[in-house]
């Protein structure tokens, strides 16, 4: 994928990835903290663009907010956005298909509670236990959904290329995926090498 370095450039379809503020922020990014993440401050957050004004991300419940909410977070660094090499028509529709099937859907509180003792574990062992609450959508599960659609429609449309550098969203659980683990895999298209294999 390739990092969009300009405002003006960010399209329907990129990927953010951001710190949040608070406690919860705070623990996650601690927990999920990665060393091969180029210089970049670990996120705790992930959303979609949706158009060019607006972005989908699960926040208390999943919605749709004003992409300018994010402007001074992008401008001063903390936004870092990525654009996945998917043309232009699979792109709306999977973001069609998040946005009909997960807009107002339940915040996975459950989910995030269950998953921190997870974070936690993986943190002291080094290994990835499955989150046995796996309730509501968090916001690293809805780009996960998001980028198995493009991959799905980029194999039916022909394009496996593409969808080599994508792969990696099936690769992962939705049950132990997290923003940092995304931003990891977005920088080297690919998983991380502790995961590969």
Same mark, same amino acid.
């Given at each position: ?7 003006? @450039?960010?399209?329907?379809? &990129?990927?953010?990835?951001?710190? !949040?503020?608070?406690?919860?922020? @705070?623990?996650?990014?601690? /927990? #999920? $903290?990665?060393? *091969? /993440?180029? +210089? ?21 419940? #999943? ?11 992008? &401008?001063? !660094? *903390? ?20 946005? #009909?099937?997960?807009?107002?859907? $339940?915040? +996975?509180? !459950? ?16 290994? *990835? ?6 309730? +509501? ?14 991959? @799905?429609?980029?194999? $039916? ?6 969808? *080599? ?10 049950? #132990? ?21």
């Amino acid at each position: 994928m390739q990092r969009v370095e300009r405002w003006q @450039d960010i399209r329907p379809g &990129d990927i953010g990835f951001l710190r !949040g503020e608070g406690f919860l922020s @705070d623990s996650i990014a601690h /927990l #999920t $903290a990665r060393r *091969d /993440l180029m +210089g970049l401050q670990t996120p705790s957050h992930s959303l979609l663009v949706l158009s060019r004004t607006q972005v989908i991300e699960a926040l208390e419940k #999943t919605k749709v907010r004003p992409i300018e909410v994010y402007r001074t977070r992008f &401008d001063a !660094g *903390d936004l870092v956005v990525f654009a996945p090499d998917v043309p232009k028509e699979i792109r709306r529709e999977a973001l069609h298909y998040i946005w #009909t099937r997960y807009n107002h859907a $339940a915040y +996975g509180w !459950g989910q995030i509670l269950a998953f921190l003792p997870v974070l936690f574990w993986r943190r002291l062992r080094g290994r *990835d236990p499955v989150n046995l609450l796996p309730l +509501g959508v968090i916001c690293s599960e809805l780009v996960l959904l998001y980028l198995r659609r493009c991959f @799905d429609r980029l194999l $039916a449309a022909g394009h496996s290329t593409r969808a *080599d550098r994508l792969a990696w969203a099936y690769r992962l659980s939705r049950n #132990t995926t997290d923003p940092a683990l995304q931003l990891s895999c977005c920088l080297r298209d690919g998983l991380p090498e502790s995961l590969a294999g």
